[in-house]
Nanobody, 119 residues
Framework: QVHLVESGGGVVQAGGSLSLSCTTS????????MGWYRQAPGKQREVVAR???????KDADSVKGRFTFSRDNVKNTMFLQMNSLTPADPGLYSC?????????????WGQGPQVTVSS
């Protein structure tokens, strides 16, 4: 079982910044994929930024140049720095981790801090 504990989020004016962090209960480098997703009210959950199994970063076109994914392997923590937030960015932001068990992959989710952007 992998536990993900998130912090951050909140309310910010358009153009402002917020940061999120997600600490994993296991060595973060043992995860096959990790990243951030968001879900706005009435919409499907979408990928914001994630690191896939070969180490490459995949991020949504809508956040390129504004959001930055990073991680601290010593602290087993991943981060999402969000700059120049717009009214299109609010939602429930959840971190995700996938752990490869060999014959299957288990998915784990953080509790999802809310991000609200006021115009």
């Amino acid at each position: 079982q992998v536990h993900l504990v998130e912090s951050g989020g909140g309310v910010v004016q358009a153009g402002g910044s917020l940061s999120l962090s997600c600490t994993t209960s296991i060595t973060i480098t043992s995860l096959s994929t990790m990243g951030w997703y968001r879900q706005a009210p009435g919409k499907q959950r979408e990928v914001v930024a994630r690191v896939i199994h070969d180490g490459r970063l995949k991020d949504a076109d809508s956040v390129k140049g504004r959001f930055t994914f990073s991680r601290d392997n010593v602290k087993n923590t991943m981060f999402l720095q969000m700059n120049s937030l717009t009214p299109a960015d609010p939602g429930l932001y959840s971190c995700h981790a996938a752990y490869d068990l060999g014959d299957s992959v288990s998915d784990y989710w953080g509790q999802g801090p809310q991000v609200t952007v006021s115009s």
